[in-house]
């Protein structure tokens, strides 16, 4: 189904719950869409799976008291049931003294981010795409696993006070790890647009690293001067967002921003900002509470300037308008930035590891972890494709090493970032850096 | 084949469901039909329906509460030796031929880059009826009386550093009906309630955690509302609340290599992460690798390799009364079992699926579980239990510990994506002298590698202090699923530990 039919048909269903709705205010989010995925192992399709799905989120307030429920049907029985269930959860709840009403319509951008041929793409067009990843892997020698996934919804968000808002995005996300002998080397790629995904080459560069990290040695903790790639990148920053870019962080004080606006928390090279406008991401025109995304400048030259709020949040923090970084009404979280970029320098990925005298190339990070929220102290693995620079030059593999840094403290340590932003699946936009001493705490047997 | 208790429901709620069952199992009975009529090598469907409450305390007042429903079905196919999945939320007669339609043509995809044709372990068709018991069914229970009890934990917890003082409970309610072409019909409803209660100090640029009885929302099993009553979270709060508040004034953990001792919560989550994920056979077999990753416990390794100590000793249970993962059969229709995993420190078996078990010559272990309908079933853990020493309680071996540190309650974990290298963050630490608690430490955290890990543990304690613990947020697989699974554990020692590992 075309996406300005599916929007208006879910609008009508939305405006319809809202308008007959027995509560003080109600606002109702409707997605709708189609997710499927191909898993591949050992150079074959071992899962294939797809699934037509629908959501719906109920928030209700009678007396300012709230109630959200959510059904997985746009049937009008299943909504005015959810409805119902969540005006139940209100009448039971105690008022918020707080509660600041939901949020007035604001004109939002339209994004470019849906692509037929992505929403139409089928089980052979997938096929295809492992087939090219299984390809450029076997021609090395390698053997491939990874996904091919493609993604088509639209997301519809209405309000008793005027609030209509409705978009539609397609996503096609590929990522492999190639094996040979003990060598593993991950790729990724993300695009609104299938077409500009390229399977083959993704399949290549993680070939390529399969080869070269063969025979790993064994390297001494300690700290190194690292590159890192930007999966490795991104990671960092997902994980900034939780402990540092939510205003409710900030507002309950668990924030490591909290009580620090204004103030130089991290080196001068760093910039963060989130923007879901912004066409080198997956683009979205609003948040879930149906607010404009605009840009919003999170860290500008080491300073921290500002966190992520949805509207209620937003008001608590004494603020007239929410930044557009609101979550379903399901999400204890309620507000997180979620289309983030780091400001990239003037270097090359290349150029970063041709300068360094002695450190660690890093591909990607493997289950990382929060060890102290507000040091910013996380913990993780390095994976698939980790390298010792020596003299400009990669001298060997070396097995994966653990991780424990303070990352507002270490981003602050970058010395050289690449020009070039790379979209990484998440969505985030970040260059390949540099970063002087990062400490590794511990090693693994591969 | 059954086990379990019908449960307590009211007429009306029957009389509703009776008609919905009907409904629920002529829609299965048709996608059979129609997978017949296509002639797939093998086929199964799943119709279910789950209900999620979920409830936050923040401060004395609710912060936040949501009702989730979500009901579809899911066919899931084998054609030419390859797999199809497809799966709708549209419950209708009508829609079934569609989605039929779709799974056969994704296996017939799936065919083009097929490796060897797969081959499932045979199981005997099972036509059954399971229901885990519950004495107060959490979704009856009236949200007022819910509330209370939570807002009356909620503000039993005060400090004067106390920012956040928070309560919680969740309940699940899973129904299902799965019928297979082989001729299995088996219906369940599995229902399960947790919660919990934390206190976060926050001052001088630092954050305390402490919770009770879990960490994470608290702790999680199958039954119902009762077993949150029993908690005593009340009761419990202001020692919970006292001890964020001298964790925010504690040292941090020196760095050093010690003899630990493990509570319950946190042993849950190392048994979890370095029993429980390396010995899911699909992992092993390279199916998870480019996501979760894979295993050190490859199949060669299976009945000799040292894992741990002899006192070691590891079971996957499905059919522990009140274990989070505790069920009647797993979604390919095996019925709940147990498996032993680990025997006096050898590693002697795995969790398996029909699909994987022949690649060590046995059948499946019964532990194929999906999240909802909207996903497949993945080798999922059980009840994976480490099975009670004889090192009395708790208490006994702190004071049969001459040196050592008591680590409490998990904060944060982290493992390699073979399950070797593993560094835990706890909430609470306290120092062990001479067979007496002292010195509270705060941001303790250890790291080792499993293997040599459980290598070092010399004490277990006995079935006096074993319990069961609920992991009700176990990530894997693409697209992503989330799974509860239980653990079994009483406190255990372990020698020569790195602990305190600075950033």
Known sequence: MRPAERESRLLETAERLVRTSPADETEVLLAEGRAMLTRFSANRIHQNVGAEEAWAVVRVVAGKRVGVATASSLRAEALDAAREAALAIARASEPSADWPG?????????????????????????????????????????????AVRTDDGALVVVNSRGVAAAGSQTQATVHAVATREDGAGYAEGTAVRIGDVDAGAIGRRAALKAVRSRRPRALEPGRYDVVLEPAAVAEWLEY???????????????????????????????????NGLDRRTIPQAFDYEGMPKRRLALIEDGVAKAVATNYAVARRLGKRRSTGHALPATSAGECLPMHLFLKGGRSSARRLVAEMKRGLLVTRFHYTNILDPMKTVLTGMTRDGTFLVEDGEIASPVRNLRYTENVLEALGRMDGASRRLVLVRGPYVVPTVRIRGVQFTGTTEF | MASGKRGNGTGKAQEETGAERKGVKELAQRACEVMAGLGVGYGDVRVREDRHESIAVKNGRPEQV???????????????????????????????????????????????????????????????????????????????????????????????????????????????????????????????????????????????????????????????????????????????????????????????????????????????????????????????????????????????F??????????????????????????????????????????????????????????????????????????????????????????????????????????????DQKRLNFQFGVEMCR?????????????????????????????????????????????????????????????????????????
């Open chain 1, 240 to 274: 900034l967002a939780w402990m540092a870019f939510s205003g409710k962080a900030l507002e309950e004080g668990r924030s490591p921003l909290a009580g620090r606006m204004g103030e130089k928390v991290t080196g001068e090279a760093v910039t963060i900002w989130d």
């Open chain 2, 66 to 304: 949501t009702a989730d429903r979500s009901a579809g079905f899911g066919v899931r196919v084998l054609v030419d030796g390859a797999w199809g999945f497809f799966a709708s939320h549209r419950l209708e007669h009508e829609a079934v031929e569609a989605v039929v339609g779709e799974a056969v043509e994704i296996a017939r995809a799936s065919a083009r880059l097929r490796g060897e044709a797969v081959h499932l372990a045979p199981v005997a068709p099972a036509r059954a009826q399971y229901e885990t018991p519950t004495a107060k069914d959490p979704f009856a229970v009236p949200l007022e009386e819910k509330l209370a009890l939570l807002t009356g934990a909620s503000r039993a917890m005060k400090g004067p550093n106390l920012k956040l003082a928070e309560a919680f409970s969740a309940a699940y309610e899973m129904r299902q009906f799965f019928e297979s072409t082989e001729g299995a019909r088996i219906e369940q409803r599995i229902v399960q309630t947790g919660g919990g209660i934390a206190a976060t100090a926050i001052g001088g640029g630092d954050l305390e955690v402490r919770s009770y009885p879990n960490s994470f929302r608290g702790n999680f099993a199958t039954g119902g509302w009762e077993y949150v009553e029993a908690m005593n979270l009340a009761g419990e709060a202001p020692r919970v609340a006292e001890e964020a508040e001298a964790l925010l004034a504690a040292p941090p953990c020196p760095e050093g290599k010690r003899t630990i001792l493990l509570d319950g919560g946190q042993l849950a989550l190392q048994v979890h992460e370095s029993c429980g994920h390396p010995v899911e056979l699909d992992r092993v077999l390279g199916m998870e690798l480019s996501y979760a990753g894979d295993s050190f416990l490859t199949t060669e390794k299976l009945g000799t």
């Open chain 2, 431 to 503: 120092e062990i002298r001479g067979g007496r608690l002292g010195q509270m430490y705060k941001n303790a955290n250890y790291t080792g590698l499993t293997p040599e890990f459980w290598a070092s543990c010399d004490a277990v304690c006995g079935p006096e202090a074993w319990r069961l613990w609920g992991t009700p947020n176990c990530g894997k697989g693409e697209p992503g699923q989330t799974a509860r699974v239980g653990h079994g554990v009483s406190p255990a020692r372990f020698r020569g530990v790195r602990v305190g590992v600075k950033a």
């Open chain 1, 102 to 146: 939901l949020p007035e319509p604001q004109p939002a951008k339209a994004v470019d981010a849906w692509d037929g041929a992505t929403a139409d793409a089928s089980a052979d067009r997938r096929a295809d795409l492992a087939g090219a990843i299984i390809a450029s892997a076997r021609a090395k020698r390698c053997e491939a696993a990874g």
């Open chain 2, 306 to 415: 040292r894992y741990g100590s002899e006192q070691v000793t590891i079971a996957a249970d499905a059919t522990v009364p009140g274990g989070l993962g505790t069920f009647g059969f797993d979604d390919e229709g095996v019925p709940a079992q147990r498996t032993p995993i680990v025997e006096a420190g050898i590693f002697v078996g795995y969790l398996t699926s029909r699909e994987t078990a022949p690649a060590i010559g046995r059948t499946s272990s019964g532990a194929m579980r999906a999240s909802g309908w909207n996903r497949i079933p993945l080798i999922r853990m059980t009840n994976v239990n480490l099975l009670a020493g004889q090192a009395g309680r708790l208490e006994d071996l702190v004071a049969d510990t001459d040196d050592g540190l008591l680590m409490m309650t998990n904060r944060s974990w982290s493992i």
